[in-house]
Every structure is written in C-alpha cells, then in structure tokens.
C-alpha cells in the first residue's frame, strides 16, 4: 500500500486489487479520470463505492492464474474487496463457487446467469432481505451469517438446497423461521446467536424431515425449553448433531427411555447400554486372546516340527554306535579281498621289509590306538637328529 500527499491535502490509497476513493475533507469523491463524456474511468471507484467491473475481473483471473475466459472458471473469489454490489457476471456462466463474504454487499442481485451455482457465501455483509436466489435451482449451501435478516424467506424454490448458515443474524419470533417448513431439503441449519426465544420453533423444525445438523447456541429459546437436549432429540427423529456435540444412539435411547418413563426409564436405559458395552469389551479381549493362543500354538507346532528330524537322525546316531562291535568282529571274520587289502597281515609286512612294525601282529581290525607314536619308529628318531636330511634320503639310505 502506497500513500501520496498532494497539496491540497488529499490521501489517495491504491490498494493491489482495487482503488478507494479519494477524500478530501468529509467528501467523497470519485477516484480515477474522466473520459470526454464525463463517465468514471472502468475499473475505478465511483460515487457509490467500490465496484466490480469486467476489467477488475479480468485482471483479477489473471492475477490468481484462471481462466481469462470468464465461462471457464467455476470459481471466484471476490471477499475482502470491499464491493457494495454484485455486478458484470453475466459472462461467468459456468460459477459454481461464489466467494463475495466480508464487503458492503446491501442486496442479493445479478445472479440470474450462474445457473450451475452450488455454494454462495455472503457472510459479514450488509444484507437485509433473502432474495432474487429463484435462478439458482442447483444451490445446495448458503452462508448469510453476520448479516441483518430479520426473516427467513424466498428459499422454497431452492429444491437442492441442503446447508443453510443464518447465524449472528436478527431472527426473533417463530413466524421469523416459519418459511423453513417449506425447504425439505435442508440437512444442516445453523440458527445460532440469533434472538430466538420462543419453544414454539419446535413446530416449525419438526416440520423438516430431513434435518440433521441443527445449531442454536447462543438463543435464549435454550433457556426457555425445559430438559433442552432431551427434547429436542425425542422431538427431532433424525437428528445426529445438536449444538457442539454429536446425538449418539446411546444418547438418543437414553433419552427416548426418559419420555417414556422419566428419570427411572432413563436409568434402566443407561444401565442396559452400560452392561452391553462392558460386553462388548470384554468380547474384543477375549477375541484378542483367542487369537493369541492360536498364534502361540501354530508357532510350537512348527518349532516341533522343526526338531523331528534332528531327532530321528540322533536316534539312529546311537544306533549305530551300538552296532559297532559287532560289525568289528565280522569285518576280521570275513575273507573278503578288500578287507585283506584294508589290513594286511603283520607276515605281509615282513615280507615286503625288514623294518619292525611297532603294531601287534595279531591286530587284523587296525583301530586308532593300535597306531604307534611318531617317537617310537626309528626312522623318525634319525631323521630328528639331522634335520638337513629328508624323509625320503633316509629311506633311499636304508635300502
């Protein structure tokens, strides 16, 4: 923001999007040059506030990267600018979002075009009146919060219409809302901090079957119903939330135990719901722990599984080791050529050399004691005395 003093003492102030007019003492003047006919250049401020022009939209969809086509965009944002009429959107045909909250708007008007409208959002306006919405036969949320209607009307025609936000508005008397019988589709309806005081309203909102989020904080009618919650619960069937909190099927049995039998009926009725949900809980534990056991005893089976063959081959480990006598005595008992090769008789070694053989001549079966000792063979014992001569030179010397 940018501030140029003159020397007249005037204060222009451009702002990035839009130009406010320029003062000069209390007056109000208008900002920008005039043309040869004497008509406010487009785009600038006039005498009635600020204003929404085509080129400020063209170069708004420029400056928030849409569509320089103005049929293209499906949305428009149009809050904050300070706008005090709605305007040159004949050619934005394709809108389905509306964001033209915290203006001056003073009147709902010029939106006979935007037939694909689904959201319009005029909170914190200067509107007065609900009117001129006949055109927006698909609109399915309005939000006029933080405005100054003081009655709820023109809204029948809107057959989609399914969230209504009215809040911080000056509706007082049920004939305020008496019109929203006629609305059907309205699932959410937000009430709040208004000036309601009368239960009568209950009438009215019964007449709305498919009402589910209600909200009246902030109205003295909370106040004047007694057992308020209850009431309004037993009384409005298909209610989910009231107010700041849910309506769970606990509550609304609790309550609904209450009309019926009062505060007896009511007490039987949370005990049930009490019982029923400790059983419920210990059901989940007892689920859980059957699932555990299951797990536990897969898990040794497969370890048992595991070890069997590890067992079986210990099993025949010990077999054979207690069989391995009496293949020794077959093995010296039988004549079988390799056996003979396998150990030869102490006669044979004799035969073949001179050198005396520390093992029994007697031993068929050689086993790994029957070995001598590496002290006892003389060839050894000689070769340890000269280490320069070899294993073989010994025995070349002996032959």
């Not at 939209?57 to 499906?74: A, E, G």
């Not at 927006?136 to 029948?156: A, D, E, F, G, R």
């Not at 009384?235 to 769970?248: A, E, G, I, N």
Request: hydrophobic share 30%.
């Amino acid at each position: 923001m940018k501030a140029v003093d003159n020397d007249v003492n005037v204060r222009e102030i451009i702002t990035d999007d839009v130009e406010l007019p320029v003062t000069q003492g209390n007056e109000i003047k208008p900002n920008g040059n005039k043309d040869q006919n004497g008509t406010t250049s487009p785009g600038l401020v006039s005498e009635s506030g600020t204003r929404i022009t085509k080129e400020f939209l063209l170069r708004h969809c420029k400056m928030n990267k849409l569509y320089v086509t103005p049929s293209l965009n499906d949305a428009l944002y149009l809050h904050y600018k300070g706008f005090s009429v709605i305007e040159n959107l004949d050619e934005y045909t394709g809108l389905r979002c509306l964001w033209l909250e915290v203006n001056g708007i003073h009147k709902i008007e010029n939106l006979e075009n935007q037939l694909e409208l689904r959201c319009l959002f005029l909170q914190h306006n200067l509107i007065h009146t609900l009117e001129n919405l006949q055109d927006l036969s698909k609109l399915n949320h309005l939000n006029v919060s933080n405005n100054y209607i003081k009655t709820i009307q023109n809204l029948s025609c809107l057959r989609e219409l399914s969230t209504l936000q009215i809040s911080h508005n000056t509706l007082e008397s049920t004939s305020d809302i008496d019109h929203l019988s006629l609305c059907p589709s309205i699932s959410v309806l937000d009430l709040s901090h208004n000036r309601l005081s009368d239960p009568q309203i209950l009438t009215t909102l019964e007449q709305m079957p498919n009402l589910r989020v209600l909200n009246l904080m902030g109205n003295e009618v909370i106040k004047n119903i007694p057992h308020y919650r209850k009431t309004l619960i037993v009384q409005l069937s298909q209610l989910t939330y009231l107010d700041d909190r849910p309506v769970f099927p606990k509550d609304r049995a609790c309550a609904e135990a209450w009309a019926a039998g009062g505060i007896e009926g009511e007490k039987r009725e949370r005990e049930l719901w009490e019982t029923r949900e400790r059983k419920k809980i210990q059901d989940s534990l007892d689920a859980m722990t059957a699932i555990r056991d299951k797990a536990v005893k897969k898990y040794d089976a497969e370890e048992l599984q595991e070890r069997e063959p590890d067992v079986a081959d210990l099993s025949i480990l010990e077999k054979d080791r207690s069989e391995e006598p009496a293949s020794g005595n077959d093995l010296s008992e039988s004549g079988s050529g390799d056996i003979h090769r396998a150990c030869p008789s102490s006669e044979a070694v004799k035969g073949d050399s001179d050198i005396d053989s520390p093992i029994p001549s007697n031993k068929c079966t050689l086993w790994i004691n029957d070995l001598p000792d590496l002290d006892d063979i003389p060839e050894h014992k000689e070769l340890m005395k000269d280490d320069s001569r070899t294993l073989i030179e010994v025995l070349k010397s002996d032959d």
